[in-house]
T-cell receptor, first 114, second 114 residues
Framework: AQSVTQLDSQVPVFEEAPVELRCNYS??????LFWYVQYPNQGLQLLLK??????LVKGINGFEAEFNKSQTSFHLRKPSVHISDTAEYFC????????????FGQGTTLQVKP | GAGVSQSPRYKVAKRGQDVALRCDPI?????LFWYQQALGQGPEFLTY????????KSGLPSDRFFAERPEGSVSTLKIQRTQQEDSAVYLC????????????FGPGTRLLVL
């Protein structure tokens, strides 16, 4: 069975500083990897996804993530955060070839301070 | 174009009451997913439809939970004899097809069982 671990429940950071949100997964089969963002009282919005190919994936709002198969990680990064990036971030995994069921981590709250 | 919509946005139910939550997916989307998000947790998969066929209901927590999508578009998640532990946000997502397709999430229905 797949599982996802987000190593930090909260990440406080000052505006314009870089940030990394960590995600590790466990799976014995090939997987697809996703990062979603959830703003208060809103649904989840896809930031980026890794399906195959280049291990460095670029997404919306200046975010990027790197797939590391040997370390089973998919950490999310942004070189310079804005106040508007304050939100909950979820890492998710899906087994390749299945119907699309996503397994989510518990989320990381990014708190950007002025 | 219109995204995934859900209604009601908020629902308060007395313990033992039956509730019905509605999801309107993006027009033409074949796949539809329901997830349950408890407070402070990541979403957890409940069930999956491909058109009108319910192909995976492995995440439904008990036989009090029932989902349908009779015409392959709108879906309803019904919870019978609600319990306090059913309090959560119920998220609906749809995708154009299956496999690699991005899942688009609705804003969710926040259910509070008193």
């Amino acid at each position: 069975a797949q599982s996802v671990t987000q190593l930090d429940s909260q990440v406080p950071v000052f505006e314009e500083a870089p940030v990394e949100l960590r995600c590790n997964y466990s799976s014995s089969v090939s997987v697809y990897l996703f990062w979603y963002v959830q703003y208060p009282n809103q649904g989840l919005q896809l930031l980026l996804k890794y399906l195959s190919g280049s291990t460095l994936v670029k997404g919306i709002n200046g975010f990027e993530a790197e797939f590391n198969k040997s370390q089973t990680s998919f950490h999310l990064r942004k070189p310079s955060v804005h106040i508007s990036d304050t939100a909950e971030y979820f890492c998710a995994v899906r087994r390749s070839g299945n119907t699309g069921k996503l397994i989510f981590g518990q989320g990381t709250t990014l708190q950007v301070k002025p | 174009g219109a995204g995934v919509s859900q209604s009601p946005r908020y629902k308060v139910a007395k313990r033992g009451q039956d509730v019905a939550l509605r999801c309107d997916p993006i027009s033409g989307h074949v796949s539809l997913f329901w997830y349950q998000q408890a407070l402070g947790q990541g979403p957890e998969f409940l069930t999956y439809f491909q058109n009108e066929a319910q192909l995976d209901k492995s995440g439904l927590p008990s036989d009090r939970f029932f989902a349908e999508r009779p015409e392959g578009s709108v879906s309803t998640l019904k919870i019978q004899r609600t319990q306090q532990e059913d309090s959560a946000v119920y998220l609906c997502a749809s995708s154009l097809r299956t496999f690699e397709e991005t899942q688009y999430f609705g804003p969710g229905t926040r259910l509070l069982v008193l």
